[in-house]
């Protein structure tokens, strides 16, 4: 995508083929800084610290990890077992994320059938398979949404479009377009007047940091918000769509996504504002029935919640935002159930929530 | 209340009697300073930059600043026009909140109806007794609101009770007790194991900075949570009860209370959580028919939502969370709907928020 006219994603293969490059996105807005990943372990902190995040973006990076496992083995120890110990490795560093150990399951499995000479050249190219297919499949997912923004315009007769996201589902989420934001940019480039409401998105903010950036980046009018206004913006009639992503999404049509995201659901239901969720197929999840039960939700440290990271002045920095004695919990994801959900956007085509169309779409991964 | 052993109020008239003393809230949880108001510029400015906010609070400022305008009132001015010319000014300072016309009105009446050489004393006597009638309901909603909280432990068998609440509706908001919190203080006080959900609440942080820093200073178990986790922790079983404050309430039951209050009662509504409304009868807008169309909304500073406010190593300091030309909306507000509303908690007893209900308990004021 566009970063002050380089043309630039998210994650790439470095010339030498032997180091993986990212951008390191704990730094986004303030500033744009390209880290080198040489290392399975390299991989896990880049995924646990969330240098690089969103579902899409987590599946490539640990796929990529599978190859680095296979670069970097000790010519005796490049079988079986070792390669399945580093790819648990590289899945447990998110468990949330169904992409991450589909990823990494997808290369692993390339590899283990692999010639021991051809083991490492198939890693790499089944990686970068990977990497396409979801840059496909973001494209995709931007031409089928498309549509539900037309329609809206049509409604408004012309008028201003309003989106409101959650997170950020955008290009920095994945390799190009994104998901919630594919059909954003396709509007945007199609000439449509457009405006999306961001969420801030605590604690991290990856709505403030990320989304408004890469909106912003691109020319896309947008407003930050915090996550205490999207209700009173529906109320308001000031939001047309709501578009979100997801970490992991049940068959059922049970959406884990940032924590956050069912409390806007729900004010979208209580004000008929349509709520619909993006992803590429990679995303479901076709083991799970009940989200609410059975998907697992990540607790992450309360420093994130009592210390907010932003620039004073010039200087990137953290300010303690509560008494320093005050505990705090930290849950990363909620579920929103598929009741509240009014479809699904793929790189197939537009769904409703429920199985049955879930698996009309997908008939291949029905049980 | 209690703080570090000292008994303090959040208001008091200075023993010279011609200066108010307020807390400086804007500088808590990491610094304790009082400030002296003694001038109607000095009340406006603390009621718009927040020195003191809170309902009840922002009431007893104002009438305390029709005081100060009957003191300061150059003697051949302290007439009729002037006098309501300066109370107009103050209830311009903040017009959702129904506490500071309250207030500010009530003040006026007395010392208009007063000789010229007792106008002073009757205003200083009249902002007097605002103050005691909040302690004394903010004391009664406590013993109201109480008996919720044991009906919860005994259908826990004396199990925690686990209270959600959003911004600060504490004694910080009022005088002492505090609204919201009141029941809260009444059930610690009395030996019930309870412990608060503290939302952030941004943009301003009341929860993490205010409420959190009171229950802390009062021995009250508490964790703060994003904005975006109480669904969740509803979801979860987490959440047996919650209670905020409100800025306005109409006649008829609809809550006007801190952004992201609705989103609150939508997520308690739909997991069955009792959801409660502490406040005196003060904050009753009889007039009001419809708050979600006629409550008007203040938009505050987008600086508010772009920059955090907080302590960097010693160092009070704020961070910019986003890129710096990215446009940010500030809406203070929302307005739940009386229909998710399960009951208010008033200085006269708890009622059903219907616009009969809230009649039976307060006939004098029915239209």
Chains 1, 2 share one sequence.
Not at 158 to 186: D, F, K, S
Not at 235 to 243: A, K, P, S, T
Not at 349 to 360: F, L, Y
Request: glycine share 8%; aromatic share 6%.
């Amino acid at each position: 995508m566009n970063v002050d006219g380089k043309n630039i994603r998210t994650i790439w293969l470095d010339k030498s083929a032997k180091i993986i490059k990212i951008i390191d996105q704990r730094k986004l807005p303030h500033r744009f800084v390209i880290a080198d990943l040489k290392t399975v372990d390299d991989v896990i902190t880049a995924i646990e610290d969330m240098y690089v995040r969103g579902a899409p973006l987590i599946g490539a990076t640990g796929a990529y990890g599978v190859f680095l496992a296979a670069l970097n083995a000790p010519h005796d120890r490049i079988g079986d077992d070792y390669m399945i110990g580093e790819a648990d490795r590289l899945k447990s560093a998110r468990p949330t994320a169904v992409n991450l150990a589909w990823g990494v399951d997808r290369v692993l499995a390339e590899t283990l059938a692999a010639r021991l000479s051809e083991k490492i050249s198939r890693a790499r190219r089944s990686a970068g398979d990977i990497v396409e297919l979801e840059v496909k499949n973001c494209r995709k997912i931007g031409e089928h949404g498309l549509p539900l923004i037309e329609q809206i315009r049509r409604n408004k007769n012309g008028g201003t479009v309003n989106v409101l996201t959650h997170c950020n589902a955008g290009w920095l989420a994945c390799i190009e377009y994104g998901t919630a934001t594919a059909p954003i940019y396709a509007a945007f480039d199609s000439g449509i007047d457009i405006h999306v409401w961001v969420d801030e998105t605590r604690p991290l903010n990856q709505g403030a940091r990320l989304t408004a950036w890469e909106l912003g980046k691109h020319g896309v009018k947008h407003t930050i918000i915090t996550d205490n206004a999207g209700g009173y913006l529906m109320q308001r009639g000031l939001v047309d769509l709501v578009i979100v992503g997801t970490d992991r999404t049940t068959a059922t049509g049970d959406v884990a996504n940032k924590i956050g995201t069912y409390l806007k659901a729900l004010a979208a239901q209580d004000n008929g504002v349509p709520f619909y969720v993006a992803l590429p197929s990679s995303t479901f999840d076709w083991e799970l029935k009940d989200g609410v039960r059975d998907i697992p939700i990540e607790q992450r440290a309360a420093e994130e919640v009592k210390y907010v990271w932003g620039l004073n002045r010039d200087t990137p920095a953290q300010v303690l935002i509560c008494p320093a004695d005050s505990p705090a919990a930290n849950f990363a994801f909620d579920v929103t159930p598929a009741r509240l959900v009014s479809g699904f956007i793929t790189e197939r085509g537009v769904c409703r929530a429920t199985p049955e169309d879930i698996r009309r779409l997908f008939p291949e991964n029905s049980n």
